[in-house]
């Protein structure tokens, strides 16, 4: 066995299982507690090998029959600094990825996951691959891959009807007994990224995600070895197009990226309060992701642009009118726009801004890809989140409008106020001490009594009217 002995974890099994081959027992409990929490760790029938140098140089017989036994396991090797700088060619030859301690855990999921997704293709191929010679011409004929049988000297022997059918379609019409590589890689000699070169040297599955630059299609190519007796027959190479796989795959992880920067914009529109702050911070961001962006707000009647460089574009203009989406084709914008000559060659998008059926401006894009559907419903969700911050902030600034004049309001009433009591103290003072008549004394004091309730009334408003402001401007929330 290589490695220690571990428990089995069985909640991570359909995310890959990984072994630990490391002769450092702190390497091996670092490990063990960062990938148990993802995959599941085993010793046996295991998808990828995690090995150290020490390990690789003790077990190098055990690792060669591994290696040439038919199945493919990647290995990620785990060097010291001193190790990546003494080991040179042949240590790494044995291995399909390595990485240099101290380790980044970012790239050490990165490296497990790549050998992860080339096991699962090695097993996803398998099945059509794992066969007889004699059951060889029926089985790749029958398989919906594109199949060779190549010779050891790299000569095609055979193609099944799938592959034949493509080759016909580029206009190849001889192929059988032609050098594979000249066909299949327009090359005048085996290309070292090749599988069915690699699988001739090393005797083994090789499996590789490649390119062709010519039509932009993507393909594994997965390349197994058939023996006789122990010698080399041959090779029989399948490839699965993953073209449309693949831009799934980049259309997600662009989604998850804008995903991202809507996020963040959604906390700016939560946190800043300062409107133009704000809306030059949302260019701020999506400038990032997007070739341009800009904004166009309705203010005092009339549209302010951020950046201001981007004023009067004849395409905002138009979406004032009519308030919808509009989206327009590299080459196919608006004519006589005057930014036509920044922008003509990109995709365009152009988003009105509405919250409660009030039109609060556009947000403008340009790319150089085509918006996707998913794309457009996360723009449109972006600008009404937009639209719904600027009502907010503009009923903010109303209540600070409101507070700032019932402030005043209340110091008008705590002067009124003062300016009764204070006179009419003072001729109470006076009718005490100057009017004998108590009959006469008693009606100026019932008419001061009356003038005193007057006040208290008042003043029960004021204290009303600045619980109101306290409440407006919000200085009665709880911290």
């Not at 393909?219 to 090779?235: D, R, S, T």
Request: charged letters at 30%; hydrophobic letters at 40%.
């Amino acid at each position: 066995m290589i490695g220690p002995m571990n428990q089995a974890s069985t909640s991570n099994v359909d995310k890959g299982r990984i072994k630990i081959d490391v002769s450092s027992n702190g390497l091996y409990e670092a490990l063990m507690d960062l990938l148990s929490q993802r995959y599941s760790i085993v010793n046996d029938n295991y998808d990828v090998l995690i090995i150290d140098s020490i390990s690789l140089n003790a077990k190098s017989e055990e690792i060669k029959a591994l290696r040439n036994g038919g199945e493919f396991i990647p290995m990620l090797l785990i060097l010291t600094r001193n190790d990546r700088a003494s080991t040179k060619g042949e240590p790494l030859n044995k291995v399909d990825e390595f990485i240099v301690e101290p380790i980044e855990k970012v790239e050490l999921l990165a490296r497990i996951e790549t050998l992860l997704v080339k096991r699962r293709q090695f097993l996803k191929s398998k099945r059509y691959i794992e066969i007889s010679e004699r059951e060889l011409g029926t089985l790749l004929s029958s398989i919906d891959l594109d199949a060779f049988l190549i010779s050891p000297d790299y000569e095609i022997l055979y193609a099944n009807s799938s592959a034949f059918e493509k080759l016909r379609a580029n206009g190849i019409k001889k192929f059988l007994g032609e050098k594979c590589y000249k066909i299949l890689q327009n090359a005048e000699e085996p290309l070292e990224t090749c599988p069915c070169a690699r699988a001739m040297m090393s005797g083994r599955v090789e499996v590789e995600h490649m390119r062709d630059d010519a039509t932009g299609r993507e393909y594994v190519v997965v390349a197994k070895p058939v023996f006789k007796e122990g010698k080399l027959e041959g090779i029989v190479q399948a490839t699965l197009d993953i073209t449309e796989k693949e831009i799934l795959k980049r259309r997600t992880r662009e989604l998850d990226s804008l995903l991202s920067f809507v996020t963040e914009i959604n906390a700016l529109l939560a946190t800043e309060k300062n409107e133009e702050n704000l809306l030059l911070k949302i260019v701020g961001k999506l400038s990032e992701y997007y070739s341009s962006a800009f904004l166009a707000v309705v203010s005092h009647g009339a549209l302010k642009f951020y950046p201001s460089s981007l004023e009067d574009a004849a395409c905002v203009k138009m979406i004032m009118h009519d308030q919808q989406l509009r989206s327009f084709e590299p080459g196919r914008h608006i004519d006589g726009c005057k930014h036509i000559g920044l922008h003509g060659h990109l995709y365009g998008l152009i988003i009105p801004i509405v919250y409660d059926q009030i039109f609060r401006g556009v947000l403008v894009l340009h790319s150089e890809r085509r918006f996707s559907e998913s794309e457009l419903e996360l723009l449109v969700m972006l600008a009404y989140d937009i639209g719904f911050a600027l009502n907010a902030q503009k009923v903010a600034k109303m209540k600070e409008m409101a507070a700032e004049q019932l402030k005043s309001d209340i110091e008008k009433f705590a002067m009124l106020i003062d300016s009764i009591r204070n006179p009419l103290a003072a001729a109470q003072g006076y009718v005490e001490l100057y009017v004998d008549n108590q009959e006469v004394k008693e009606k100026i004091n019932k008419q001061f009594r009356r003038i005193l309730e007057l006040v208290e009334m008042i003043e029960a408003e004021w204290i009303a009217i600045e619980d109101m402001r306290k409440l407006i401007s919000g200085e009665d929330e709880i911290e």
